[in-house]
């Protein structure tokens, strides 16, 4: 899955042509001007990089992924992300020290410890499939974790990108950590306490191996993701694809709530109507007359209230989706705007960073499974 920087940046951008290319070159400096030799320069969640010469120029070519945001990362200032980088021509970079404040020591002993905090973050960061639990974070001790009592909530941060290697999937991840929380409905680490659990970032994938063993896996963690959910929705292609639409268990026919129309080179998908079911609200005295007399009956209101949708890949994976938005913009590989319009939970809530996969991969496998 692609995930949003919150992180507040600085850019001059000088447009050459309103033509987009498929390549970029710019330069990075620092607030006063000084070139950074040797920043990180990376289309997020591809594995296209690049870094940045004495000069601090460089050139990176999108190879289609003109989707992509650029992300321009150096170490101890603050990352730039830049959507729609391919409007642009030339790029020049003014990148922001960033102040890393001293971690608070706090004497009194919280009710977890680091490893038992850093069990959890991995579980709910990597995930507990079998790419998931392959997965090993290069870097532990430059990610802090932290549990507020007050709220019940995990939350973790680094000031390095997290360097996980997947060995299941055949890929060494950049992770860019901006956001992880973990809100449990008591004082636990237990994954059936969670309430909600939240993170977001930007990566970069290093190809280590490219076998016909891990690219089964890798074509294996695509069936049945959110990125092979929307690109089934924006293709209408349901039965192709093994997936199946669900309102409160029954099968319906995905053309009655979603309408599927080209913009830009793009799919338009728009949710014309909401999942639904009849629901008791409340109940309320009344009365009714028969033979008998009069006697006090219970009367039931109903309501259509609003559901998620269910969904099922090849008869087994069941999961759920919730459209927060009613208009996505999908791209040929199943990424869409805005990020977050659809919330999942169930098989596809499971998929951490150890599912993910370069945001181009359904192109490599289009008509091979």
Known sequence: MKLLNKITLLLILFSISQVHSQTLEGHVYDMQNNVLQAATVYLDGTTISTVTDAEGYFKINGNGNSQAALIISYVGYKTIRLENPFQNKQIRALMEEEAIAM????????????????????????????????????????????????????????HKPIKIKNAYLGYEVFFELVDFNVEYRKRSLSSFSIAKSYFAGSTFYKELSQTKKINKRRTQSYL????????????????????????????????????????????KVTLIKEPTK????????????????????????YEEVKIPFNIMYDGKKQSLADFIEKVLIVDNNGNFQPLYGVMVGGYLGSLKVGDMLPIDYYQTIKGTY
């Open 103 to 158: 971690v608070e020591v706090v004497l009194e002993k919280g009710p977890f410890t680091r490893k038992e905090m850093l069990k959890a973050f991995k579980e709910q960061f990597l995930g507990t499939t079998e790419a998931g639990l392959s997965c090993k974070i290069l870097n532990e001790d430059d990610i802090n974790v932290f549990y507020d009592i007050t709220t019940n909530t995990l939350s973790a941060t680094s």
């Open 224 to 267: 049945g993701s959110t990125s092979h959910f929307v690109n089934t929705i924006a293709n209408e292609s349901w039965e192709k694809e093994k997936l199946a639409l669900f309102v409160d268990r029954f099968k319906v026919d995905p053309k009655e709530y979603f309408k599927v129309s080209d913009t830009l080179g793009m799919k």
């Open 278 to 301: 009849k629901t008791a609200v409340y109940k309320k005295e009344g009365t009714a007359t028969n033979f008998d007399g009069t006697k006090k009956i219970e009367v039931l209101k």
